[in-house]
T-cell receptor, first 113, second 115 residues
């Protein structure tokens, strides 16, 4: 079945450091790929998405490129802030009547001053 | 635009009791989802509605969980009787339709603790 694998956390970085959170997927067909973020005490929010191979999703300084050849969708940010501390979830979604999101286990990011 | 609303935000019950959660999706969204998020894991789909019809309930434990979406708007998720392993956050999400490019918008969730 479909699955998403994320790097385990927690990831601890100093402010202004470079961030990479790895995400790989297994799926038949051509899924859309998503990164969701969950800030402490809040619900899941869509961070960015890409719907086809080689697409780059970007938002709030974060970006991820849909790499079909490596089945990856790694999240990157050039300079993290304390306010980026949250749990990040990679997810895929296939078209069709059962278009559920399949999530990874999440990666907790902690940014310190 | 108002987001997805859920209530209650927190619920504590004893095992074998029953509990119900309510969700009001974003206006005009035809597709509604209920996810279960166990601590330390990613959300897992329990059931998906398209308007008031069930599209996918393959991972819903039907011996104890039930859900309905009367009139294709609000939805309720019920657990009866609850087990310890049902302790989790229950997330409701909605989207305009079921296309894989549609964004799913999530509510704040209901945190259930079963003692």
């Amino acid at each position: 079945g479909d699955s998403v694998t994320q790097m385990e956390g927690p990831v601890t970085l100093s402010e202004e450091a470079f961030l990479t959170i790895n995400c790989t997927y297994t799926a038949t067909g051509y899924p859309s790929l998503f990164w969701y973020v969950q800030y402490p005490g809040e619900g899941l929010q869509l961070l960015l998405k890409a719907t086809k191979a080689d697409d780059k999703g970007s938002n709030k300084g974060f970006e991820a490129t849909y790499r079909k050849e490596t089945t990856s969708f790694h999240l990157e940010k050039g300079s993290v802030q304390v306010s980026d501390s949250a749990v990040y979830f990679c997810a895929l979604r296939k078209t069709g009547t059962a278009s559920k999101l399949t999530f990874g286990t999440g990666t907790r990011l902690q940014v310190t001053l | 635009e108002a987001g997805v609303a859920q209530s209650p935000r927190y619920k504590i019950i004893e095992k074998r009791q029953s509990v119900a959660f309510w969700c009001n999706p974003i206006s005009g969204h035809a597709t509604l989802y209920w996810y279960q998020q166990i601590l330390g894991q990613g959300p897992k789909l329990l059931i998906q509605f398209q308007n008031n019809g069930v599209v996918d309930d393959s991972q819903l434990p039907k011996d104890r969980f039930s859900a309905e979406r009367l009139k294709g708007v609000d939805s309720t998720l019920k657990i009866q009787p609850a087990k310890l392993e049902d302790s989790a956050v229950y997330l409701c999400a909605s989207s305009l339709d079921w296309s894989n490019t549609d964004t799913q918008y999530f509510g704040p969730g209901t945190r259930l603790t079963v003692l």
